[in-house]
């Protein structure tokens, strides 16, 4: 059996950026639209009036300031409230695989490796962009690495169980290297058009490098252990799928996009994912005092400080539980990867670290790590 390694992480953000600001400008002109439109009904009482939002209320609710987003002018419409993208040729690469393409090459020049050292694409995400073939397999081709690839989807936590997916096969010496890979074009799943959440995502691609620890460059993060949780709950849920067409579902239905009860999967999460850490660190002989850093799935500040407390006993500092869904929003399975990328060049050798992640299902994938 061999010892495991995060040798190294890589980053695509989009080209485009929306702010609280030009969001609400835009859904509150879409909501007043609407009430237009159907000023009668709710004149009768039959329907009920669209409210405004309000940049306060996003940052009050979320924490988030801004996202990225590869297509803002659809989004920005108020007669559209959905990214405007254009079909690709089958003859052209995919805007999943894409993006995929260019996260995977970021880890490798990190790394200072080449599709010939990896053996393995694992595509981890929330939302697939087709069924068939495998987003894996065109970013895995379109890489050239020699192997094998494969799409798996946990929702938010598809990175953290994609990576205990590669870690299991490098240990076991099934393959010298997997690139872990989470492509997260969260904008096209979203209800824009709905107050309650038009401001929770943003679109990115994070990839991971996992190798054997003799292979990995100096200063990669061992991996101590991986741990996996899930038990269902239809709090967040897409009933989008290959069936709705033969269910005759209007694609505009609200549970053909992304739905959640958001009280209840804070009461219900937050608890689940502390006790989660906090049981995966005792396993390895530690306690939350012995973490320098924990890079926890970025969906809801509140959320996040919540969990922190619950582990140390106090609130947490940056330092501590780095925070990038101001700049990102909830990127889905990318979130704690963007944190643990832009946040554990500081750490010295022998300080250890939690990757976390968190969502439906639910699901909660963690990931300790040692810098070497």
Known sequence: ????????????????????????????????????????????????????????????????????????????????????????????????AEIGVKACQDALAAAGKTAADVDGVICAAANMQRSYP??????????????????MNVACSSATFGIEMAVNAVR????????????????????????????????????????????????????????????????IRNNAGFMSRAEDRNPDDRDQLFCQEGRKVFKEVCPMAAEHIAGHLASLSLTPGDVRRFWLHQANLSM?????????????????????????ANTASAGSIIAFHRHHADIEAGQVGVICSFGAGYSIGSVVVKKT
Not at 134 to 151: C, H, K, N, R
Not at 198 to 212: K, M, P, Q, S, Y
Not at 304 to 328: M, Y
């Open 134 to 151: 495998a987003m894996g397999v065109e970013i895995q081709t379109a890489l050239g690495v020699q192997g094998y690839a494969f799409d």
């Open 304 to 328: 996040n400080q919540f969990i922190s407390r619950k582990l140390l006993g106090r609130d947490a500092t940056v330092e501590e539980a780095p925070v990038i869904l101001d700049e990102f």
């Open 172 to 235: 076991t010496g099934s393959a010298r290297a997997i690139l872990v890979v989470n492509p997260e074009i969260t904008s096209a799943h979203l209800a824009w058009m709905d107050r309650d959440c038009h401001f929770i995502f943003g679109d990115v691609c994070t990839a991971v490098l996992v190798e054997r620890l003799d292979l990995a460059p100096v200063g990669a993060f061992e991996v101590l252990g991986t741990r996996l949780l899930s038990t269902f709950s239809n709090a």
């Open 1 to 96: 059996m061999h010892r495991v390694a995060i040798s190294s992480t890589g980053l695509f953000v989009p080209p485009e950026v929306i702010t609280n600001e030009e969001l609400v400008a835009a859904y509150n002109r879409y909501a007043r639209l609407e009430n237009e439109k159907h000023a009668a009904e709710i004149a009768a009482g039959t329907r009920a009036a669209l409210t405004d939002s309000s940049v306060e209320f996003i940052e009050k609710a979320s924490g988030i300031q801004r996202r990225y987003v590869m297509e803002r002018s659809g989004v920005l419409d108020p007669e559209r409230m959905r990214p405007r993208f254009t079909p690709r040729p089958n003859t052209e690469i995919s805007m999943m």
